[in-house]
């Protein structure tokens, strides 16, 4: 008995200060869950700067390359085929400038890879849809014709499930951290244009690496472009820039127990988060609003 009392005095030391380095949000709100049954596996969601209340999103693995609009309740407004592009393994989405004109892209990740082993990865860049279909209507409409930047990595291969698009037009990606630690990596904005690129390592150890708990599944950058998030299954992280790069911004917000599997995030306005979750449980994906 006291070797057992041991081990869990020792436990307790040992993840106590983890424990106090870690904060709750400041308010949740669930506001919904998704209403149309082909969003089982929601891994990247992005808030519309075109359609006010509108957020896009994806499936994982093993749909087509589809991108579904919806509203925080989880009501369907649209579903569009992306024209030109291929789903293998999509993870993240993100809303950026285009990389000519005004109007907004919508930047797709095609970069899991769980076994780490794709010589390469795509993402795929789409301008946005300006028109949204009537209510009612699922039929799956065309966009636009997307383009693939053919991605590779300076090392070996890695499964990234987080990217966003920086103010400048450059895209960061973070490795979701199986093997190695999590990573920063970024694709310049001088090749975004091209059609292929080899990523720029960064940072090596952008997180410390943790268990399941704390593999990177999504990331976000703020409307103003001042603040950034990446989330984990459990814990959201928060960065600010200053003449050093990017630097942590408080303790990581702890959301462990929130949703059946959380995937993706992001700014609902500069401090408020949206958080969508695959199907799983027996529960369906889950739409949040929360503020850390």
């Known amino acids: 008995m006291r070797v057992v009392r ?22 949740v ?19 519309s700067r075109t359609h006010r209340g509108v957020l896009w999103t994806h499936n994982d693995s093993g749909d087509g390359p589809f991108l579904y609009a919806f509203d925080l309740e989880g ?26 004109g005004n109007r907004h892209c919508l930047y797709i990740s095609d970069t899991g890879d769980n076994l780490e082993r794709r010589p390469s990865v795509t993402i ?17 409409k065309a966009t636009e014709p997307a383009r693939g930047i053919t991605i590779r990595y300076p090392d070996r291969p890695h499964d990234v499930e987080a990217m966003w698009v920086e103010p400048d037009g450059s895209l960061m990606l ?34 410390v690496q ?30 600010r820039r200053s003449s050093r790069g990017l630097e942590p911004d408080g303790p990581p917000c702890l959301i462990d127990g929130l949703e059946p599997q959380g995937e993706a995030v992001d700014f609902w ?17 889950s739409i949040h609003l929360v503020r850390c």
């Open 124 to 140: 795929w860049i789409v301008p946005e849809p300006e028109m949204l279909p009537p209510a009612g209507d699922t039929s799956a």
């Open 210 to 239: 943790g268990n399941r708990a704390r593999w990177v599944t999504g990331a976000a950058i703020s409307p103003s472009g001042r603040r950034i998030v990446v989330r984990t299954y459990d814990e959201l992280h928060f960065f």
């Open 6 to 27: 041991f081990g869990v005095a020792v436990l307790l030391c040992a993840t106590w200060p983890l424990l106090a380095q870690q904060r709750r949000p400041e308010s």
């Open 269 to 285: 306005d500069e401090d408020t988060l949206v958080l969508t979750s695959e199907a799983a449980w027996n529960q369906p994906g």
């Open 75 to 100: 009501k369907h407004r649209g579903t569009f085929r992306v024209s030109g592009a291929r789903a293998i393994d999509w993870e993240d989405l993100a809303l950026g400038r285009c990389a000519e």
């Open 29 to 47: 709100r669930r506001t919904g869950t998704f209403q149309l049954a082909k969003i089982t596996e929601s891994s990247g969601v992005a808030v």
């Open 174 to 207: 973070v490795t979701k951290g199986l093997t190695g630690g999590i990573r920063r990596y970024t694709v310049p904005r001088s090749s975004v244009t091209k059609d292929s690129a080899v990523a720029v390592l960064l940072e090596s150890d952008f997180i």
